[in-house]
């Protein structure tokens, strides 16, 4: 069955790949980012211009270990790992981050452009006022999509095509003669 419908795999892969990152956080990335912070500011205005806070991020992220939490006491024991026994690899790479970054100062760089995502999530708003579906979701989208298809198959229409009323009313109102 997995051979004819490698789509609902995929959709389970990414059911379960969003539950993941909904109940886990890498406290790392907050304790790098306050840093990163930090650091930036303590430079000259004119060189702390030319840095790209994500680039030393994503530089100082590259070299630290992970430490992700799923839940409050996890995320204290691990904040707390990270701000005593790991701080100085912390303020390490940062440092080595910004080195990385300023040191060339005419290279080009294409940033991570999220335009596909956020086409998607107005794709989703559009089909939850189509569909009239408020908890529609990436999650149950095939599954409300299949439920309004069988409702029209049987003449029960739960839906509204989009821009139908608004183009195919005439109001004899504004038409007097």
């Known amino acids: 069955m997995s051979n004819l419908r490698p789509s609902l795999n995929s959709a389970n892969s990414h059911s379960q790949q969003t539950a993941f990152t909904k109940n886990s956080r890498n406290v790392m990335e907050m304790l790098v980012v306050d840093e990163v912070e930090k650091q930036i500011k303590s430079l000259p205005l004119k060189t702390a211009n ?78 939850k006022i189509i569909l ?25 229409t739960t839906w509204r095509k989009s821009g139908c009323l608004e183009k195919n009313t005439f109001d004899w109102e504004k038409h007097r003669l």
């Not at 956020?118 to 089909?127: N, R, T, V």
Request: overall charge neutral; aromatic content about 8%.
């Open 50 to 127: 030319y840095i790209k806070a994500s680039e030393v991020v994503a530089y100082a992220l590259n070299r630290l270990p992970c430490l992700y939490a799923t839940s409050r006491r996890g995320w204290q024991r691990q904040w707390h790992h990270g701000k005593t026994e790991l701080y100085q690899k912390i303020t390490t790479a940062v440092r080595q981050g910004i080195i990385a970054v300023q040191r060339d100062p005419l290279r080009v760089n294409d940033p991570l452009n999220f335009t596909a995502d956020q086409a998607a999530l107005d794709a989703l708003e559009k089909l």
């Open 132 to 156: 009239q579906r408020q908890d529609l979701s990436w999650d149950n989208l095939s599954d409300v999509v299949e439920q309004t298809l069988l409702n029209e198959s049987q003449g029960r």
